[in-house]
């Protein structure tokens, strides 16, 4: 059969018979005229004209293409044999071709597999190891970590095989478990769950390192070490123990080994300090969150190394103490250990206005712990005590802004300021003090603290503000309020040479030494070498 005879019957073939590897589809689609152009080309070659007249006569006979397997080869073998119209390695290997979208194969969708994609590998999503992330009971320390106590832990008990005491046991507390030594009293009771006296090599490793405690954060183990077994806090009662043990072993504190009562005192002070601080709820429950968060650890590390108590200004001071103290003792002229509305008018030579005490007496910005109705307990002025004399920090801000909301809105309006300051007014006019209007101290507070709304200011106003203390120092403190329009340069100087001292730290150092001097001169006018005075007339 001549070729020109069956030419007609070519452009009826599908031309994705004419299989042509080495261009991609998409670049036919692109540009039709170069598909003319190499189909022209591929029809006037020899091999060419075998295999259409191959296909036709197939065609004729009824035989259906590729239903024969010699047809398929045959067909193959005319595709393999075609020459190349591209020499060898001239263009890089076309990405694969999808099999499935010729009009050619009519197959059933089938799985992902059975399609041969070479993308097959990575069809699959590869299994990662993921380590565990979460333990019940603590993750279990390293290895070379658990060799290590372990051997620290033998050493110390090698020579009491039958256990320590509880004296001796304070070195397994600041060798092995690293804690301040104070501690090692409430980790003996701890693990003696027994009250046997005596605390063994294998109830510590029960406790310490098969518990896991050793790989927890120091924070963690303070607070399981103080709390009780069913409680998630720690209360005023769990740091009792802990400061008589501190009061009786630090050396800074040696001086009040005679004198009981004010061991109680001292413990009971820092308590309140710590709860003043850190305890935010109010609740008289310090959580884990709370402690982690606070900078009661450092300072209890900071205790237990520094042999000087007052250099550890954090909650631990003696000298803060006694200055608490002695004022409370000043203003309690009965020594019921209560004082009342008359007796707090008197804090600061007078410095307060009636109306800031009737809110501070009306228990809003904290309630009361005397169970006598009109009464401050020792608890209540520590906390009205450090709001007053450093109104810098967050808990004195809270305080004094309750007190002055006196609607309860969450704001402090005009009204409400105007209605303390017009206190302040008459008693500058009673001293002969120029008075200064409230329309005047309204625009300079507005300028002071720069609040987001003139109209009113919020807590977080007074919380962004370096100067917070003086805006409520203008409302019912007349003495700080006159320092502070004259500029004390005696306090400004202070403040430049240690900038990392608080307020309270200032006041409390210039109180104590006033304090120790007046003591001083009533020893010396008494004839008197004796530090402390056990009459009821001073508190010391």
């Not at 060898?88 to 194969?105: C, D, E, Q």
């Not at 009971?268 to 650890?297: H, P």
């Not at 009204?415 to 006019?429: A, C, K, S």
Request: net charge negative; with cysteine; hydrophobic share 35%.
């Amino acid at each position: 059969m001549d070729i020109d005879a069956v030419s007609g019957d070519i452009t009826s073939l599908d031309p994705e018979l004419l299989q042509l590897p080495e261009l991609s589809p998409f670049a036919l689609k692109a540009s039709p005229q170069i598909a003319d152009d190499l189909f022209s080309q591929w029809l006037s070659l020899p091999q060419t004209g075998r295999l259409v007249k191959s296909l036709i006569n197939e065609t004729s006979a009824g035989i259906s293409i590729g239903t024969h397997g010699n047809s398929l080869s045959a067909n193959a073998t005319g595709i393999n044999s075609l020459p190349s119209m591209f020499q060898a390695g001239s263009t890089p290997p076309l990405s694969p071709r999808s099999s499935y979208g010729s009009p050619r194969f009519s197959k059933p969708k089938t799985s992902p597999s059975s399609l041969g994609s070479p993308l097959k590998l990575v069809s699959e999503p590869v299994r990662e190891a993921i380590p565990q992330f979460y333990f019940q009971n603590g993750r279990p320390p390293p290895n070379g970590l658990q060799e290590q106590c372990l051997s620290k832990i033998d050493d110390l008990f090698s020579s009491r095989m039958d256990g320590l005491q509880v004296q001796e046991f304070k070195a397994v507390t600041k060798e092995v478990c690293k804690l301040p030594t104070f501690l090692s009293s409430a980790l003996f009771r701890k693990i003696d769950t027994g009250c046997s006296g005596i605390v063994t090599r294998d109830a510590f490793i029960r406790y310490w390192v098969d518990g896991n405690m050793m790989t927890m954060d120091t924070a963690t183990q303070v607070f399981k070490i103080l709390k009780q077994p069913h409680c998630n806090y720690l209360s005023q009662v769990d740091f009792k123990p802990l400061l008589l043990e501190l009061v009786a072993t630090h050396p800074g504190l040696e001086f009040l080994h005679g004198t009981p009562e004010f061991q109680e005192r001292y413990a009971e002070t820092v308590i309140y300090r710590i709860f003043y601080y850190i305890s935010r709820s109010g609740t008289g429950r310090l959580t884990l969150r709370e402690l982690k968060r606070g900078n009661l650890i450092a300072a209890m590390q900071h205790a237990d190394e520094e042999e000087d108590i007052n250099k550890v200004l954090r909650y631990f001071s003696y000298e803060h103490f006694y200055v608490i103290y002695c004022k409370f003792w000043e203003l309690d002229t009965d020594h019921d250990f209560f004082i009342d509305k008359e007796n707090l008018i008197r804090y600061g030579n007078h410095a307060l206005t009636y109306r800031i005490v009737d809110r501070i007496f009306s228990q809003v910005p904290r309630k009361f712990t005397s169970k006598i109705e009109g009464m401050m307990g020792y608890e209540d002025f520590v906390y009205f005590m450090l709001s007053e004399e450093d109104k810098s920090c967050e808990p004195s801000l809270e305080y004094w802004f309750k007190c002055i909301d006196l609607d309860g809105n969450g704001v402090l309006t005009r009204n409400e300021l105007q209605f303390f300051y017009e206190e302040q007014l008459h008693r500058m006019e009673c001293m002969a003090q120029e008075p200064v209007l409230f329309e005047d101290i309204l625009c300079q507070i507005v300028d002071m603290i720069g609040p987001e709304k003139e109209d009113y200011f919020t807590l977080r106003d007074l919380k962004g503000c370096k100067l917070s203390g003086n805006f409520f120092n203008i409302l019912f403190n007349l003495n700080k309020f006159i320092a502070f329009e004259s500029r004390d340069p005696f306090l400004i100087r202070q403040e430049r040479e240690d900038p990392s001292l608080t307020e309270w730290d200032r006041f409390a150092h210039r109180e104590y030494i006033r304090l120790s001097m007046e003591e001083d001169g009533e020893n010396a006018s008494n004839g008197s070498v004796e530090v402390w005075d056990e009459s009821l007339e001073a508190p010391f």
